[in-house]
């Protein structure tokens, strides 16, 4: 049932009742002063609900921008707590000393040397950096 809005002539007093859309049109007592009020047009109030709408839309993009913020805070939480990882220079589990020497290693067996040279590059230029 919609609210209706009506005016009190004698106290000039405002007020809402909810009705049924078949009694909309009927005299309503006064709240205030007990006298007759008439029912004033007014601009409707209404809800659009649906997914399509723009007020739950933007209700959902930062109910989502929130959740995102708490599992970030999460993971970085764990990163934090998590023990550092390294990679130690191996080729299939043969641990060496430096990854160009993976590197070299790698070769002489055949395999693929590709990302043992960036480690190597990398672990030059961590060398040639002074501390």
Do not use: H
């Not at 009190?8 to 078949?22: G, H, K, N, Q, V």
């Not at 550092?84 to 395999?111: C, D, F, I, Q």
């Amino acid at each position: 049932m919609p609210f209706y809005e009506f005016r009190c002539p004698a106290c000039d007093t405002t007020f809402d009742i909810r009705l049924a859309m078949s009694d909309r049109d009927n005299p309503q007592p006064c709240k205030e002063c007990g006298a007759t009020a008439s029912r004033q047009i007014t601009a409707p109030m209404f809800n659009l609900p649906g997914d399509d709408w723009p007020g739950k839309a933007i209700r959902v993009a930062k109910q989502m921008e929130k959740k995102n913020q708490r599992l970030d805070a999460k993971q970085n939480e764990r990163k934090r707590d998590a023990p550092m990882v390294t990679l130690a220079p191996n080729v299939g589990g043969e641990r060496v000393e430096s990854w160009s020497e993976a590197s070299k290693l790698a070769a002489s067996k055949g395999k693929d040397t590709s990302g043992y040279d960036a480690l190597a590059r990398k672990e030059t230029s961590l060398k040639s950096k002074p501390s």
